[in-house]
T-cell receptor
Framework: GQQVMQIPQYQHVQEGEDFTTYCNSS?????IQWYKQRPGGHPVFLIQ???SGEVKKQKRLTFQFGEAKKNSSLHITATQTTDVGTYFC????????????WGLGTSLAVNP | ETGVTQTPRHLVMGMTNKKSLKCEQH?????MYWYKQSAKKPLELMFV???????ENNSVPSRFSPECPNSSHLFLHLHTLQPEDSALYLC??????????????FGSGTQLSVL
């Protein structure tokens, strides 16, 4: 079935370093969403990307949607300890079945 | 505070118990969801309700029984669960369902342990 692969599974960085997580779908997506889940918390919506090649920024976070609408990335510049958590992508299928397909998430740890 | 409240936060139950999870949303949304979150697995969609009508049931065992009495409340009734059902159960809501890009608002979840 359709899958959304997310890499890496874990990332450990020093505070101030950059971080990137990648999301790849086996098929074309209608749109993709990103969520953040803090340890012991619940997923919180960050952003949705809809257009081919779209780039959106939220302060130190940069989100990209690939030209083919099959991949996406989240880049954090100069990580802070508040960035700790698991980042999930969720792609919505194109076509009639608009089910959300979730990635496994990338867990980010930040050393102060 | 996301506007979606789940109770209880933690639940330990035996395999023969019957319990219910409760979810309430204060956002005026039309769609509500139950998700299961287990370690090393993607979030699993269990049920979707849109305007109080069940629109999706993703091959969930009958020991999980949802109930949506109105658009603000959602329950998950549990009976004769198995240890492998231990997980974080998340309720979510969205403005609508079936459109393009449903932004989900999650509750804090119920951490369920089945002994």
């Amino acid at each position: 079935g359709q899958q959304v692969m997310q890499i890496p599974q874990y990332q450990h960085v020093q505070e101030g370093e950059d971080f990137t997580t990648y999301c790849n779908s086996s098929t074309t997506l209608s749109n993709i969403q990103w969520y953040k889940q803090r340890p012991g918390g619940h997923p919180v919506f960050l952003i949705q990307l809809v257009k081919s090649g779209e780039v959106k920024k939220q302060k130190r976070l940069t989100f990209q949607f690939g030209e083919a609408k099959k991949n996406s990335s989240l880049h954090i510049t100069a990580t802070q300890t508040t960035d700790v958590g698991t980042y999930f992508c969720a792609g919505q299928r194109a076509g009639n079945n608009r089910k959300l397909i979730w990635g496994l998430g990338t867990s980010l740890a930040v050393n102060p | 505070e996301t506007g979606v409240t789940q109770t209880p936060r933690h639940l330990v139950m035996g395999m023969t118990n019957k319990k219910s999870l409760k979810c309430e949303q204060h956002l005026g949304h039309n769609a509500m969801y139950w998700y299961k979150q287990s370690a090393k697995k993607p979030l699993e969609l269990m049920f979707v309700y849109s305007l109080e009508e069940r629109v999706e049931n993703n091959s969930v065992p009958s020991r999980f029984s949802p109930e949506c009495p109105n658009s603000s409340h959602l329950f998950l009734h549990l009976h004769t669960l198995q240890p492998e059902d231990s997980a974080l159960y998340l309720c979510a809501s969205s403005q609508d369902h079936g459109g393009r890009g449903e932004k989900l608002f999650f509750g804090s979840g119920t951490q369920l342990s089945v002994l």
